[in-house]
C-alpha cells in the first residue's frame, strides 16, 4: 500500500516530497530559547519558514519540556488565539496548532487552523477526538498512553499507535489523515536516551500502518545526550537524525531549523528507494517488507484475518538468516536436515557433504517460526547441538533487548 494523502490540499505520502513543518513557538518557557518568537515578529518568521521551505507551519503556546515553568489554559489561550488569527491567509502554508486542549484546539480551527497537533494522543482531553471528527480535521497523534510520550520501547510505540487508531475509527474519523508521531524525546523521566535510538532504528516498523509519519526531532534530549551538547548546539545532529527519519519513511519532518533541514531532508529522500508496487486493471501488488512478527499480525488483521489467525501466522511472515560457525560437519548436516524438514533450507561448504572437512559455517534460512523449531528441535540432540540451539535463541533474543542494542551507544 503506498501512503498517498490530501492533507488540507497538501500532497502528502511515499511518492511526494518530503514536507517540512516548522516550529513557530510562542512558549518563552521552552528547552530551546532560540526558537522562541516574539508576538510582534510572528509573521516574518513564519514568511522566512515557508520561504526556506516550510510547507507546513506548527504554532505552540505551552512547552512540553517536562522542565518547563507550568503555565495557565488561558495563557496558552491567549498566546495562540492571536497568532493563529494573524497567520491564517497571511502565510501559504498549511497551520497546524500544537495543543492537547479541546476547546482550545475547536477555537483555533475556527480561526483559520488547518490541523491539530495533540502529542497525548487524544489522551488528555477526551473531547480532542470529537472536535476533530466535528471539524473533519486532518491531526498529529503522538503515540501515548496516559500522558504524552510514556510509551517506552518500539513495540509499545506501535501498541498505543493502533489503540489510538482504533479509537478515531470508532468515532468515524478518515484515519487516513491521521499523521503518525512516534513520540522521539525525553517526555518523562523513565525514557531513557535508548529508547528514541531504537524508535529511529526501527522507524520503518511504523510504515505497517500505512499513514503519514512524522518525525519531530528538532534538538531534543538524545541527540544532547549522544553529542553531550546542549540544545543550541545540536543542529548537525538533528540533521543526521532527521537524513536516517526520511531514509526510514518519514514524510513529514518538524523542525525549528527549516533551511538547514531541507538540504538534509533533499540528499535523504533522493537516496531512500520506492517501494515497488504494480498497479492494471483495478490489481495491485505490493512488495512488504516486514521484519517484526507483530507488524505482520497488524497487517493481517487490516485485512480481516482474525485475531487468532495473525497470532499463528505472524511467525510465518518474517524471515531470519543465521549463520553458525565452526562447528564439525556431522552437526552441520543434522542442522541442515533438520531445516529441510521444516520448509527452510542451510548452505554449508561442499567438502562438508562427503565429510573431507571436520569443521564448517552453516548459513540457515527460514522463517522466524522454522528456525524457532529448528532450534527446539536441536535443543534434544547429541553432540554440541544443544548448545548451539541455545546460542540460536540467545541470538534471537537480542534483536528485541534494547538495552543490548543500544546501551553502549551512549
Known amino acids: 500500500m503506498v501512503v498517498d494523502v490530501d492533507i488540507c490540499g497538501l500532497n502528502v505520502g511515499d511518492n511526494q516530497p518530503v514536507r517540512l513543518m516548522g516550529v513557530l513557538n510562542l512558549s518563552h518557557e521552552s528547552f530551546y530559547k532560540g526558537s522562541?518568537?516574539?508576538?510582534?515578529?510572528?509573521?516574518?518568521?513564519?514568511?522566512?519558514?515557508?520561504?526556506?521551505?516550510?510547507?507546513v507551519l506548527d504554532i505552540g503556546g505551552r512547552s512540553t519540556w517536562p522542565l518547563a515553568e507550568p503555565?495557565?489554559?488561558?495563557?496558552?489561550?491567549?498566546?495562540?488565539?492571536?497568532?493563529i488569527e494573524a497567520l491564517s491567509g497571511n502565510v501559504?502554508?498549511?497551520?497546524?496548532?500544537?495543543?492537547?486542549?479541546?476547546?482550545?484546539?475547536?477555537?483555533?480551527?475556527?480561526?483559520?487552523?488547518?490541523?491539530?497537533?495533540?502529542?497525548?494522543?487524544?489522551?488528555?482531553?477526551?473531547n480532542m477526538v470529537d472536535v476533530v471528527a466535528d471539524h473533519a480535521c486532518p491531526a498529529v497523534v503522538m503515540a501515548s498512553r496516559k500522558v504524552p510520550g510514556?510509551?517506552?520501547?518500539?513495540?509499545?510505540?506501535?501498541?498505543?499507535l493502533e489503540s489510538i487508531i482504533e479509537v478515531c475509527e470508532g468515532k468515524g474519523i478518515d484515519t487516513d489523515r491521521l499523521i503518525l508521531d512516534p513520540a522521539i524525546g525525553k517526555w518523562v523521566p523513565e525514557k531513557d536516551p535508548i529508547y528514541d535510538l531504537e524508535t529511529f532504528d526501527r522507524f520503518e516498523r511504523l510504515q505497517t500502518f500505512g499513514k503519514p509519519l512524522l518525525a519531530a526531532l528538532s534538538r531534543k534530549s538524545f541527540i544532547g545526550e549522544v553529542l553531550n551538547k546542549p540544545a543550541a548546539e545540536r543542529l548537525y545532529g538533528s540533521l543526521a537524525a532527521t537524513a536516517i527519519a526520511v531514509h526510514k519513511g518519514a514524510h513529514i519532518i518538524r523542525t525549528h531549523d527549516v533551511a538547514a533541514t531541507t538540504d538534509a531532508v533533499r540528499i535523504a529522500e533522493a537516496i531512500r528507494g520506492r517501494q515497488p508496487v504494480v498497479e492494471e486493471k483495478g490489481f495491485e501488488v505490493s512488495v512488504l517488507d516486514i521484519t517484526n512478527p507483530n507488524d505482520a499480525a497488524h497487517m493481517m488483521k487490516n485485512i480481516g484475518v482474525?485475531?487468532?489467525?495473525?497470532?499463528?501466522?505472524?511467525?510465518?511472515?518474517?524471515?531470519?538468516?543465521?549463520?553458525?560457525?565452526?562447528?564439525?560437519?556431522?552437526e552441520a548436516l543434522i542442522i541442515k536436515?533438520?531445516?529441510?524438514?521444516?520448509?527452510?533450507?542451510?548452505?554449508?561448504?561442499?567438502?562438508?557433504?562427503?565429510?573431507?572437512?571436520?569443521?564448517?559455517?552453516?548459513?540457515?534460512?527460514?522463517?522466524?517460526?522454522?528456525v524457532t523449531r529448528?532450534?527446539?528441535k536441536l535443543e534434544c540432540q547429541a553432540r554440541n547441538l544443544p548448545l548451539i540451539s541455545k546460542l540460536i535463541k540467545d541470538a534471537l533474543k537480542q534483536e528485541s533487548d534494547v538495552e543490548y542494542r543500544y546501551m553502549k551507544k551512549i
Open 36 to 55: 522562541v518568537v516574539r508576538e510582534d515578529s510572528l509573521i516574518d518568521a513564519a514568511s522566512a519558514m515557508v520561504e526556506e521551505g516550510a510547507t
Open 71 to 83: 503555565i495557565s489554559k488561558e495563557i496558552e489561550r491567549d498566546r495562540l488565539l492571536p497568532a
Open 92 to 126: 501559504d502554508a498549511v497551520l497546524s496548532v500544537d495543543t492537547v486542549f479541546a476547546d482550545i484546539a475547536d477555537q483555533c480551527l475556527d480561526r483559520g487552523a488547518d490541523l491539530v497537533n495533540d502529542v497525548s494522543g487524544f489522551m488528555a482531553d477526551e
Open 150 to 160: 510514556d510509551v517506552l520501547g518500539m513495540d509499545a510505540v506501535m501498541d498505543s
Open 306 to 330: 482474525t485475531g487468532t489467525g495473525s497470532t499463528i501466522m505472524k511467525n510465518k511472515a518474517v524471515n531470519r538468516v543465521l549463520r553458525i560457525s565452526n562447528i564439525t560437519t556431522t
Open 337 to 370: 536436515q533438520e531445516t529441510l524438514s521444516r520448509g527452510g533450507d542451510a548452505a554449508l561448504e561442499r567438502d562438508a557433504v562427503s565429510h573431507e572437512i571436520e569443521r564448517t559455517d552453516v548459513i540457515v534460512m527460514g522463517t522466524l517460526l522454522q
Open 374 to 376: 529448528l532450534a527446539d
